[in-house]
């Protein structure tokens, strides 16, 4: 790949304050030899916390295109329910219109490809020298299994942006998905296909499993917890029911639901004991007004949360029951006494309250972000399972979630497709705000429908149909990897 991968030296500046400081400051600053970074398992373990917090840094010099929390942001606005309230302020504006990543000289366009194959460079990096770092075997493993689960991370958002979505009905996937890059490489690459793509991010997966376990000091770090929910994730993408049930059962067991209470405490701590893996923001690396608080919370001081406001879609949310802790998420009918803003701030109709900074106003963004919680795995499973024609397992699953929600639930006796239709209403509110959106459409070959509702806003997403299988559901390779590498080639436009 010709877009320029994060060199090693970079990702090292990048560590966390684990790291050793005479490690740092005997290192040359520009760019270190990975022999030297890979040489024992101590300087390993920091090199993979530097991928970890290339994760979460701000790309293309944009303040709102902060790593993989803004491609969260990012794939719920180009949905229909996250909702951006109005036109004071621009961020995320053109993703929203879907105009972004149909412009290949567009940030919202590069940002996914540039962030998620700098990531693949430095997890390549890893991989390729571990093995012959001095330490222990157990600690080889870690490292390696980490960064194998980081690459195939980033190769699964990779295919779902760039790539057409996956079809089980016509193996082998032959259009086109992204180059697959294997070893610490700079050269061009054509694209591999779809199927291919899968393959390895399959594989990967398989062998982090063999080398992790899921003991870890961190919530921020991969563990074999964190592999089983990205193969569960996979293979619902694969529409390969049975493994993506097997595997999101698997992949939560060492988890807790949340209380009530904890349901509405503001989705900013990785202690929650629902978070499987997340973004631990920690004082020193704070992002200010480049973090994922300062666009998706409702109560910290900036300017975006006080002008632009993010709301639910009002169809979505009139479908909530009120006994629903769920409900309390977002505010209908915004007044002083039951919504939280910053001083000054704008209240629009279905306000969001979901993730919320401590103090009012909040002048922090240390919130931790989400990336993987065990809801998401009980929705997995009970979709997997609906879809296997399974009726009594999914509602099962289903129930297990909802009644923690909602007390007065009752476990459904729906069947088919009205079964199906409960438990993806369910995930959306559940996973609403946390990247999911856009890649649910895309994998379920529905449409993008804003229609009907009463705070969808012409002037903001200008808008409101994109056809399934629709050229649009696909990002454009980015124009500097068009011009740098001549073995690559454009999707349609």
Not at 84 to 113: C, F, K, V
Not at 210 to 216: E, K, N, Y
Not at 268 to 297: K, L, R
Not at 401 to 415: A, H
Request: aromatic letters at 10%.
């Amino acid at each position: 790949m010709k877009i320029k991968f994060l060199t090693l030296g970079m990702a090292l500046l990048l560590l966390t304050t684990s790291c050793e400081k005479e490690y740092l400051d005997t290192a040359p600053t520009g760019s270190i030899d990975a022999s030297a970074a890979y040489a024992t398992t101590k300087n390993a373990s920091a090199a993979i916390n530097g991928i970890y917090r290339a994760m979460v840094v701000r790309y293309l010099s944009s303040q709102g295109h902060f790593g993989h929390p803004a491609m969260m942001i990012i794939q719920d606005v180009l949905g229909e329910d996250v909702v951006i309230s109005n036109t004071s302020n621009t961020w995320h504006l053109n993703e929203t219109r879907w105009q972004a990543h149909r412009d290949e000289t567009s940030t919202g366009d590069q940002l996914p490809y540039q962030l998620y194959y700098r990531l693949i460079g430095n997890a390549n990096i890893a991989i390729a020298n571990i093995d012959n770092a001095a330490g222990t075997q157990s600690e080889r493993n870690q490292v390696k299994g980490e960064a194998l689960g980081i690459r195939a991370f980033s190769y699964f958002n990779l295919v779902q942006l760039f790539g057409k979505r996956y079809d089980a009905a016509a193996k082998p996937n032959s259009q086109l998905g992204v180059p697959l890059v294997l070893t610490p490489i700079t050269e061009g690459l054509p694209r591999a296909t779809v199927e291919e793509v899968y393959t390895q991010i399959n594989k990967d997966l398989a062998d982090a499993a063999t080398l992790l376990s899921s003991t870890r000091s961190f919530k921020s770090h991969i563990n074999l917890d964190v592999i089983k929910g990205l193969q569960a994730r996979v293979a619902l993408a694969q529409q390969n029911w049975a493994d993506a049930a097997k595997y999101a059962a698997d992949a939560r067991k060492s988890y807790s639901l949340m209380s009530v209470a904890q349901y509405q405490e503001g989705f900013s701590d990785i202690s929650n004991p629902e978070w499987m893996w997340g973004f631990d923001h920690v004082e020193d690396q704070s992002e200010t007004f480049g973090a994922f608080h300062s666009y998706i919370s409702s109560n910290f001081n900036s300017t975006n949360i006080r002008a632009t406001p993010k709301s639910i879609n009002s169809l979505l949310y009139d479908q909530i029951p009120t006994t629903d802790v769920r409900s309390k998420m977002w505010v209908k009918t915004p007044t002083a006494a039951n919504s939280v803003v910053p001083t000054g701030g704008v209240r629009v109709p279905y306000l969001n309250q979901k993730f919320r900074l401590p103090g009012t106003p909040s002048t922090s963004t240390m919130g931790d972000v989400p990336y993987m919680r065990a809801a998401e795995m009980y929705l997995i499973e009970a979709e997997a399972q609906a879809r296997l024609g399974n009726t009594a397992q999914a509602a099962t699953a289903l129930f297990d979630l909802v009644s923690k929600r909602d007390p007065s639930y009752v476990k459904s006796t729906k069947t088919g497709t009205a079964l199906l239709d409960e438990i993806l209403f369910n995930r959306r509110i559940e996973l609403w705000g946390e990247g999911f959106r856009f890649t649910d459409l895309k994998r379920t070959n529905q449409p993008l429908n804003r229609n009907g509702t009463t705070n969808i806003n012409s002037a903001v997403v200008v808008l409101f149909d994109v056809p399934a299988g629709d050229n649009q559901w696909e990002f454009l390779i980015p124009r500097r990897e068009i011009n740098a590498n001549p073995k690559i080639v454009q999707n349609p436009l």
